[in-house]
């Protein structure tokens, strides 16, 4: 059960503070109970119909007629409303409302007008990104529980593998070739599987070895496959204490190849990157890299 403030509210919904305590005062369209210290606390209950009370009202509604709605009339609404696929804000409430709801349906509806309207690549930095941050903000606030953190997961990653698989192909002996991978235990796909249809995308061959892997197999998959460049996402694992002996594990099994790092355990400052290894800091500096080298020759690009 969720516990907000209404500092948290604002932050997730994008309602200036003091306009929530109006709709709250005038409206009622919320119900805080107050701590022994008479501070205003929200639940998660609050926080849905304050998503779609936003929605409806970026789209023209005045809110004292949406005010008025019941909790399925609401819902309703907001599905009839979301046609303007370039108000990326409105979009992203209204897929964390459907989310909080588990309503598949509405989810599948919003990512696939995106993706039709926008493209696939610009969906996922314009809405999904932005869409599994806020989740992050509402999983640390105990708001997102498993169930519905794998319902978005899920249905992002089945929506990633379509695109994908509705690339034409790429012949390997004519294209720079990349290893694509996930530290062993490592479940944390979605990254990784944008990478994967970024640099075919761009005509770039790719041999995709998806989450859990052990590193040792690499020596033998590059001695085969012949890769240009490795690259790995870090997100939970390995331990945090043993990302170093990882990097450097990776880089004594294969010295020649160019190993790209990215995700938040890529990021200690601490890190020491061994040679011919590069840290990608945002997944956009991925895909200027990537389309760079799609233009260049197989020799390394160091970002």
């Known amino acids: 059960m969720g516990q907000f403030s209404i500092s ?3 932050q997730l919904s994008g309602i200036k503070a003091h306009t929530i305590r109006m709709w709250e005062q005038r409206y009622g369209i919320l119900q805080p109970v107050r701590t022994a210290t ?8 609050d926080l849905r119909r304050l998503l779609n009370v936003a929605t409806l009202c970026s789209r023209g509604h005045r809110i004292s007629r949406v005010a008025q709605l019941k909790p399925e009339e609401l819902s309703q609404a907001v599905i009839s409303c979301c046609d303007d696929v370039h108000d990326y804000c409105q979009q992203v409430n209204s897929l964390l409302a459907a989310m909080l709801e588990m309503d598949e349906r509405r989810l599948c509806c919003l990512l696939d007008t995106a993706i039709k309207e926008l493209g696939f690549e610009e969906a996922v930095l314009q809405v999904a ?3 599994l941050q806020r989740i992050g903000v509402l999983w640390q606030a105990g708001s997102v529980n498993p169930a519905q953190e794998h319902l978005v997961a899920n249905l992002l990653r089945q929506k990633m593998i379509v695109a994908i698989d509705g690339l034409p192909p790429v012949q390997p002996a004519q294209a720079r070739r990349w290893v694509l991978f996930l530290p062993e235990g490592e479940m944390h796909e979605l990254a990784l599987l944008f990478m994967n249809y970024s640099l075919r995308l761009r005509g770039q061959h790719v041999l995709y070895l998806g989450q859990n892997l052990p590193v040792g197999e690499l ?9 240009h460049a490795l690259c790995t996402v870090m997100t939970a694992l390995p331990e945090r204490d043993r990302v170093q002996e990882f990097v450097e594990q990776i880089h004594s ?4 190849i160019m190993l790209y790092l ?11 990157l061994p040679p011919n290894t ?4 945002l997944i956009t500096d991925f895909l200027a890299l990537a389309g760079r080298l799609c233009t260049c020759p197989a020799e390394p690009v160091v970002a």
């Not at 008479?38 to 998660?44: E, S, V």
């Not at 990215?262 to 020491?272: F, K, V």
């Open 8 to 10: 948290d509210l604002e």
């Open 38 to 45: 008479n501070i205003r606390t929200y639940c998660d209950e």
């Open 129 to 131: 990104y932005p869409f």
């Open 219 to 227: 020596k033998a998959v590059c001695e085969t496959y012949q890769p």
């Open 253 to 256: 099994l294969c010295p020649e």
């Open 262 to 272: 990215y995700g938040p355990l890529a990021q200690q400052e601490s890190l020491r």
């Open 278 to 281: 590069v840290r990608v800091r």
